[in-house]
């Protein structure tokens, strides 16, 4: 446990999980880390030249040390024109002409970003969907940076572990947000935290981060317990006053009861664990014949932003994990930070 804090340079053994989609802010960012854990910003859908603003913004706020968060890349498989026109028909908005991501643009933001972090010396970057190739984990090694990895499975931890990873966030089925899962596995890779960490612990020799429905200090006590060296939490975060996520998901998170979330593929084309609204419950029957990700991500992103700028909840993606049922208020930071860390 001291080994993890000294080397992520932390008071307390919580790491605010990174958030894409636009509830992280760099004030967000900063408390957590002035509080005495790690603030993290997220680089999924920024452009790299907003996540540099953002890293400047947070540099800005605090000096304690904080992560950046970045998505590895995948390959898209191939569509067919019946795929397409099936979600045609079904989305109530459509993405423009440039709706299909190209992969090759994916690489070259991924690369962009790898040039960004080296260039603003950012002391600590972790990485979800995949395991950075052999050169960037060099490139980032020769810096003396910080690496952490994301696995929902033993196998995953293994190869992370392998690869040079320096951590290891350990993604539990509980968990809110999309799941990193990055290998082929036998069964679906939805292991709850306790089984995940207890397969792991034994086998891995670098220091792990339990993720997935922990929202307050018994549950932290809980993982650390089980031979965690620190937390990553996301959605108790979410409900933070500092968090930009809007009015109506903060006020869903209230109410929602642990037993109210789902994974879905509905939203993204990769599985997700969200609160069930309305298009979740609709269109479960095709669920299977979701577009893959990112495709479905930028489809369904057009009635996304709509929903949400009209605080409808219906048709917005409401990422939550199962610790969901114990958030009650929504506070500031300081007070979160206080109540996960208290002795
Ligand atoms: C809204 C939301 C967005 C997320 N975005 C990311 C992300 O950009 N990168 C990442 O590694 N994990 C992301 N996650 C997953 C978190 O890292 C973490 O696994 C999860 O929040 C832990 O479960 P909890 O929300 O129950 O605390 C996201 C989670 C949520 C709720």
């Not at 429905?213 to 031979?227: F, M, S």
């Not at 006053?241 to 593929?265: C, F, H, N, R, W």
Request: proline share 6%.
């Amino acid at each position: 446990m001291g080994e993890l804090t000294s080397l992520l340079r932390i008071k307390h053994t919580i790491i605010q999980a990174p958030m894409a989609g636009g509830a992280v802010t760099p004030e967000l960012v900063a408390a957590v880390s002035t509080f005495g854990g790690l603030g993290s910003l997220a680089s999924g859908y920024l452009e790299p030249e907003n996540m540099r603003e953002q890293i400047r913004q947070v540099n800005q706020l605090t000096s304690h040390p904080f992560q950046v968060n970045v998505f590895v890349p995948e390959s898209i498989p191939e569509m067919t024109a019946e795929d397409l026109t099936f979600w045609k028909k079904r989305l109530p908005e459509l993405p423009d002409a440039h709706g299909l991501p190209d992969e090759q643009a994916l690489w070259d933001d991924f690369e962009q970003k790898m040039n960004i972090l080296l260039e603003e010396q950012v002391p600590i970057v972790s990485f979800t969907f995949a395991c950075p190739n052999e050169q960037t984990i060099r490139r980032f090694k020769q810096l003396g940076t910080l690496l952490i990895g994301t696995a929902t499975t033993k196998e995953e931890a293994l190869f992370l572990e392998e690869k040079g990873m320096d951590a290891i966030v350990l993604q539990g089925s509980e968990a809110g947000g999309h799941r990193g899962t990055f290998l082929p596995s036998k069964g679906d890779a939805l292991q709850g935290l306790i089984s995940l960490i207890s397969e792991v612990k034994p086998l891995c020799h670098v220091p792990l981060i339990a993720a997935g429905g922990i929202v307050e200090r018994k549950g932290v006590e809980a993982v650390l317990q089980l031979g965690a060296d620190a937390v990553q939490i996301g959605t108790r975060f979410l409900a933070s006053e500092e968090s930009a996520a809007p009015d109506v998901y903060k006020q869903a998170i209230l109410q929602a009861e642990g037993s109210e979330t789902a994974i879905t593929k509905l939203f993204s084309g990769k599985r997700a664990r969200g609160i069930v609204n309305q298009w979740m419950e609709k269109e479960r029957p095709h669920e299977e014949a979701t577009l893959p990700y990112p495709v479905q991500h930028r489809w369904t992103t057009p009635m996304r932003k709509k929903a949400a700028a009209e605080g409808n909840l219906d048709q917005m993606a409401l990422w939550a994990g199962q610790g969901v049922g114990r958030i009650q208020s929504i506070l500031p930071v300081k007070d979160i930070m206080q109540e996960l860390s208290k002795a």
